[in-house]
């Protein structure tokens, strides 16, 4: 059995922390590992979604949508093509999740449900002298950890 794992830096945004309103987590369309990961949405269809079942780190069952707002390939004036998954807000919230901390979804081939864990002060190293946090860029917030 294997096991497929993918971890992504919780941005400000992620976590509600800039007041905004966000359509959930982005997917970029770039990530086609993470992209074959996740459940299979036709193009064809507009906004296509699919529920995710995740078992968090208490045990707790959640379900996530995964969609593909893509109104630019639908509509004359549509603007969205990109993927994202919502529904996720309340379990942020009820893991206090900060900004810098990872979001990790993983899941074995031969089961439908995911696993979903937020990893505290993992990524973002401290400034031993300042104990101030040091942001780093990554060319994309998402990667396969295995």
Known sequence: MS????????SANDVGATGGHQGGILVPKSESELLSFL???DSAIKN?????QCVDEVGNLRKFR??????????AKGTRNEYRITHMTSYLREMVAEEGEILEISRNDREERYSIRIIRDAAVPVEEETME?????????WRRVH
């Open 39 to 41: 459940p299979s949405l």
């Open 3 to 10: 096991k497929k794992t993918f971890r992504k830096i919780l």
């Open 133 to 141: 946090r040091v942001r780093i860029k990554i060319k994309s917030a």
């Open 48 to 52: 296509p979604d699919a529920w995710i």
């Open 66 to 75: 995964f969609v593909y707002y893509n109104n630019r390939l639908h509509d």
